[in-house]
């Protein structure tokens, strides 16, 4: 069945860019949502955006400016760039799929990657 | 953006008993596009309901889930050991997809 796995390093400086990279096994990456969200104690679930696999992104407006949304179709991978790190990025980093269909619930979850920003 | 409230926050409750968590919204989610998720400690998020109220792959039919409009309820018709937990309500009608506060579900 099909299986995310996020990759990528769990502390990070302030001011510093986060890659976060999102592998995809036992599927195809093609004609799904794929998605990343966020998780802090303080502000719970966050959504921070998608990528289709045509390519076409749609971003969280409250966290547009820093981040890139890319997918790598040979690879079945997708990943995650946030600039400006600041303490309140900490968070657990997930990568989700979307239903297929559209814009969509998502069915398929990374067990998630922790991102500590701190000096 | 679409602000989720979920109440209540924390519910103890017993094996067997039935449960009503719910989901208001601040403004119409006009295509029912809610979704309840299920977290357990150390896990990622499960989908449990997509649509208002169609069971994910797997899910057994004690979940359901109904509403329209801004009022959604998941309902759990009897409890299982194995359904204490914290559930989130998400709605993916408007840009940005926003999620619940949680309600957590505790053994009594």
């Known amino acids: 069945q099909v299986q995310l796995q996020e990759s990528g390093p769990g502390l990070q400086k302030p001011s510093e860019t986060l890659s976060l990279t999102c592998t995809v096994s036992?599927?195809?990456?093609?004609?799904?949502?794929w998605n990343w969200v966020r998780q802090t104690p303080g502000k719970g679930l966050e959504w921070i955006g998608y990528?289709?696999?045509?390519?076409?992104?749609n971003y969280n407006l409250s966290l547009k400016s820093r981040i890139t949304i890319s997918i790598d179709t040979s690879k079945n991978q997708f990943s995650l760039r946030l600039t400006s790190l600041t303490a309140a990025d900490t968070a657990l980093y997930f990568c989700?799929?979307?239903?297929?269909?559209?814009?969509?619930?998502?069915?398929?979850w990374g067990q998630g990657t922790m991102v500590t920003v701190s000096s | 953006e679409i602000v989720l409230t979920q109440s209540p926050g924390t519910l103890s409750l017993s094996p067997g008993e039935r449960v009503t968590l719910s989901c208001r919204a601040s403004q119409s989610v006009s295509r029912s596009y809610l979704a309840w998720y299920q977290q357990k400690p150390g896990q990622a998020p499960r989908l449990l309901i997509y649509?208002?109220?169609t069971r994910a792959t797997g899910i057994p039919d004690r979940f359901s889930g109904s509403g329209s409009g801004t009022d959604f309820t998941l309902t759990i018709s009897r409890l299982e050991p194995e359904d204490f937990a914290v559930y989130y309500c998400?709605?993916?009608?408007?840009?940005?997809?926003?999620f619940g506060q949680g309600a957590k579900l505790e053994i009594k």
């Open positions: 989700a799929r979307g239903l297929p269909g559209g814009e969509d619930a998502f069915d398929i």
């Open positions: 998400q709605q993916y009608d408007n840009s940005p997809f926003t």
């Open positions: 036992g599927g195809s990456i093609s004609r799904y949502y």
């Open positions: 990528i289709f696999s045509s390519g076409n992104t």
């Open positions: 649509n208002t109220s």
